[in-house]
């Protein structure tokens, strides 16, 4: 008869591939158990919780047209499902190898932005969409924004090593002029559409990641003093269109404006009024369901949060944008690589600024750019660059020097 020492000492069996996948996947240190949890499910309950409010914002007017009045949710789930699924690819890619590929992702960036120019399609007064088949739409200057942070991450992320020392040293003038140089072109191309909104998200990241990257603070101090007299010569020289000015200047006048712009806002800071602590209900809120808001699904989805779910609702919206932006910075502190630091860096710019933005002219106290909120506001574009910027996050979380079982 065998000992239960005998048992315990003989060999375990070998077991199949199949088997060794699934005891990977499932054990204390697998990639899955490593992702930034916090991190994933706030940017799944926003996209959720944005298909909901997207719902309610166009369900009445589906219905009043005669058409299905389910399929603005429809789209945005299928936007959400492709967009998961490039998240997944862009967590698997290495992002160290994609340093390697950062040139092309840009010049495939300009490529679409230049695409955009010659055969896009005109909306709300900006040439920047491709239309394609069965209604959908892509606008190219989304995933530039991606294309963007690549390349000043791997040039910022590049390790100056002094050969006798060995020391790293920070981003240099050259660096920097390398880095406004490969800005510039894009940004150039955006403003021929024009959407302004876009370049200015450009201008935040591009101040963010040098500022990080300890690139010489003369530049970052320069480079903010040249936007804000930029910005003054626009306005003075009317160097905009006149719908973009009123967008620019209309949240700084009185509330008696009638402009079409001002109406828009006006609108919005009502529908949020009206929502009290705990809102109106969802599918029942008076301006949302009355279709006074214009463009509720997209610019304006915050509108429906702050009506339906009211206070406690839009508070607890902000909640989860917040805990994108913590744990989005939480990876960019952790990463010992610079190369990771800046993407994630970038990433946090991004969001940030229009999170803020989106929020802020909902309110009344931000120009009104045409910026869509995270997550949340509707556009399959958006909802795919914005997945894959998390897809990136995720990817340099696994991948952590302060990870001892990174990959």
């Not at 698997?92 to 950062?102: C, G």
């Not at 239309?131 to 924004?145: I, M, N, R, T, Y």
């Not at 998390?390 to 952590?400: A, C, P």
Request: charged residues 15%.
């Amino acid at each position: 008869m065998t000992s239960p020492t005998a048992l315990r000492s003989s060999p375990v069996p070998p077991r199949g591939r199949i088997g060794q996948l699934r005891d990977r996947a499932s054990g204390r240190h697998s990639p899955l158990r490593r992702l930034d949890w916090p991190l994933q499910i706030s940017v799944i309950m926003l996209a959720v919780l944005g298909a909901l409010l997207v719902w309610s914002a166009t369900r009445q007017r589906e219905i009043e047209s005669g058409g299905d009045p389910q399929i603005f949710l429809k789209r945005h789930l299928l936007n959400l499902a492709i967009g998961l699924v490039l998240a997944g690819v862009a967590t698997l890619v290495d992002y160290r190898i994609l340093r390697a590929y950062a040139p092309f992702v840009y010049l495939g960036s300009l490529l679409g932005l230049v695409a955009v120019l010659l055969v896009g399609s005109t909306i709300n007064g900006a040439h920047s969409w491709i239309v394609l088949p069965a209604g959908f739409q892509l606008q190219p200057s989304e995933f530039a924004k991606v294309a963007l942070i690549l390349g000043m991450a791997m040039i910022l992320g590049e390790k100056h090593d002094d050969r006798d020392t060995g020391i790293r040293l920070n981003p240099g003038h050259q660096d920097v002029i390398l880095v406004l140089a490969l800005a510039v072109v894009p940004m150039a191309l955006i403003m021929m559409q024009p959407d302004f909104g876009t370049v200015m998200v450009f201008v935040f990241v591009i101040l963010g990641m040098l500022a990080v990257s300890g690139a010489p603070s003369r530049w970052v101090i320069g480079l903010i003093l040249c936007g804000v007299l930029f910005g003054a010569a626009i306005l003075q020289f009317h160097l905009l269109k006149p719908y973009q000015e009123a967008r620019l200047t209309e949240f700084v006048r009185d509330n008696q404006n009638t402009s079409s712009t001002g109406y828009n806002v006006d609108q919005a800071m009502t529908a949020i009024a009206n929502g009290g602590l705990t809102g109106r209900g969802l599918f029942s809120g008076m301006q949302t369901q009355g279709q006074f808001v214009p463009e509720q699904q997209t610019d304006f989805v915050f509108t429906v949060a702050g009506e339906e779910l009211g206070f406690l609702g839009a508070g607890g919206v902000l909640v989860l944008l917040g805990v994108v932006l913590w744990r989005a910075l939480s990876i960019a502190f952790d990463s010992g690589d610079t190369f990771g630091t800046m993407i994630s860096t970038g990433v946090v710019c991004w969001f940030a600024f229009q999170m803020f933005v989106n929020i802020g002219m909902t309110l009344g106290v931000m120009p009104v750019t045409g910026l869509p909120l995270p997550f949340l506001s509707y556009g399959g574009s958006s909802m795919f660059a914005n997945l894959l910027a998390v897809g990136l996050l995720q990817n340099v979380r696994l991948r952590s020097r302060s990870d001892p079982y990174a990959l």
